[in-house]
T-cell receptor
C-alpha cells in the first residue's frame, strides 16, 4: 500500500490566491482527518470525515477554509483567499474502522507570501 | 472537548539514559492513547499505543503506562540512542468527539 498520499508536497502562493490541497487515504480506511502544524500551535485538527461525511469541522479557523470528501478515495482542503498566517504544514491522515491508529501523509508545506 | 497537556516541551538526555514524557487528558471518556514520533521534516509516525483496558504496554525499548483514575499516561524510552532524537506527540481519542487530540509535543535530544 502506498500509504496516505498528499499533493502537492510544497506550495508557494501569493496572498489572496486560492489554494487547494489534496489527499488520497489508504484504501479501506473510513475516517479521514486534516491537521495543520505550526511551531506555535502544534498539531491542530481542522476537520474530520467518517464514511465521507464531515463529522466535526469546529477546528476550521475561518470561512476561508473549506473541505470536501466526494468519495472514499479523495479529499480536498481549500483556502480562499489565502493569507500569510495560513503558512504551515498541512497533514492528512486516515484510519480504519475502530480507529486502530492514524496513518499520516507526508504533508503539504504551504507558504503564503 | 478533549484537552491534552504534554510535558516537558524539551528533553535532553545522554545516550544510554532513560527518557520519560508525560501527558494528561481531560475527557474521562477517552479510551485510546497513541504516541507518535516525528523526525525533522517528516510525518508523525505511530510508535506505540494503549487502550484504556490496559495499564502498561511494552515494545522493546519503549513502554507506555496509563493511569485512568488520574487521567495521565507516560512514554518511557530506555537505553536511548541518538536516532531516538525527534519530537514525540501524545494523543487521546475515543471520547465524545471520537477523534485524536494531540499534545504540543516534546523535543527529545539524545547526546552521544
Amino acid at each position: 500500500d502506498a500509504g496516505v498520499i498528499q499533493s502537492p508536497r510544497h506550495e508557494v502562493t501569493e496572498m489572496g490566491q486560492e489554494v487547494t490541497l489534496r489527499c488520497k487515504p489508504i484504501s479501506g480506511h473510513n475516517s479521514l482527518f486534516w491537521y495543520r502544524q505550526t511551531m506555535m500551535r502544534g498539531l491542530e485538527l481542522l476537520i474530520y470525515f467518517n464514511n465521507n461525511v464531515p463529522i466535526d469541522d469546529s477546528g476550521m479557523p475561518e470561512d476561508r477554509f473549506s473541505a470536501k470528501m466526494p468519495n472514499a478515495s479523495f479529499s480536498t482542503l481549500k483556502i480562499q483567499p489565502s493569507e500569510p498566517r495560513d503558512s504551515a504544514v498541512y497533514f492528512c491522515a486516515s484510519s480504519p474502522p475502530l480507529r486502530a491508529g492514524y496513518t499520516f501523509g507526508s504533508g503539504t508545506r504551504l507558504t503564503v507570501v | 472537548g478533549e484537552n491534552v497537556e504534554q510535558h516537558p516541551s524539551t528533553l535532553s538526555v545522554q545516550e544510554g539514559d532513560s527518557a520519560v514524557i508525560k501527558c494528561t487528558y481531560s475527557d474521562s471518556a477517552s479510551n485510546y492513547f497513541p504516541w507518535y514520533k516525528q523526525e525533522l521534516g517528516k510525518r508523525p509516525q505511530l510508535i506505540i499505543d494503549i487502550r484504556s483496558n490496559v495499564g502498561e504496554k511494552k515494545d522493546q525499548r519503549i513502554a507506555v503506562t496509563l493511569n485512568k483514575t488520574a487521567k495521565h499516561f507516560s512514554l518511557h524510552i530506555t537505553e536511548t540512542q541518538p536516532e531516538d532524537s525527534a519530537v514525540y506527540f501524545c494523543a487521546a481519542s475515543g471520547g465524545s468527539q471520537g477523534n485524536l487530540i494531540f499534545g504540543k509535543g516534546t523535543k527529545l535530544s539524545v547526546k552521544p
